[in-house]
């Protein structure tokens, strides 16, 4: 015996509704939608229901409020990043399942980064690695230094839809990150010894060391929470 399927909510169908339009472009940046009254009336739902549709585009930053009208818009990276790893959360995903997303991803990034690195990147890695050193040195943790280390590397890949595809993912290995961390303060260190390692690699422009190195340090993570007697078959905490 099957389940039957679940309807989706009224403000979903609305939602979807709106959002195909401005992905197709029938609505573009800058457009302004209809007032409430009249999308009740273009869907036949009741206001709230569009109010609350309405609210998850907001959300979604696919469209914005100015004044009293809503406008469509561009989502921004960040925006994007965090909707979508909000969505994988509630998904239950696991720690695991996203570390063998990241050990795929990073290392691409490593590859790609060696190839076309800027000066300018390379200093911003280098200023990085002076305040992760400047953290293990006063005993604090360097996690979130870490985590713009990686995306700076990411970024130095110039590859734009490897970057949305892996800021989700990076989101949520901070949380990772900050499991780990006060159960191994001596992580700290094997952290900066991996980074300064990719840091050479990518000056040198040597794509086989950077990877090693990205994938040496992804080993070390997944083995940070074995010490730490974590479960990475637990789902990441909702937010």
Known sequence: MTDKPR???AYRL??????????????RAGDALPIEADLSVQFAV???????ALRQLEQEGLVQRRGKRLLVALPQPGELAQAAQRAL?????TFREVWEVA???EPLCARLAAERITAEQLQCLQDN????????????SPVQVTIEFQSIVAEA???QALLLARAPVSLLML???AAIAPRLPQSGARLLEAHRHVLESLRQQDAESAVAWTRKHLADHRRGFEFAGLDMDTPIPSL
């Open 7 to 9: 309807s989706l909510p």
């Open 14 to 27: 609305v939602s979807d509704q709106l959002r195909q339009r401005i992905v197709g472009g029938e609505l």
């Open 46 to 52: 009741h206001r709230s229901t569009v109010r609350e």
């Open 89 to 93: 959360r509630q998904q239950k995903v």
């Open 103 to 105: 050990s795929t991803v």
């Open 129 to 140: 690695l002076a305040q992760t050193q400047a953290l293990v040195d006063q005993g604090q």
């Open 157 to 159: 890949a110039h590859n």
């Open 175 to 177: 949380a990772g990150y």
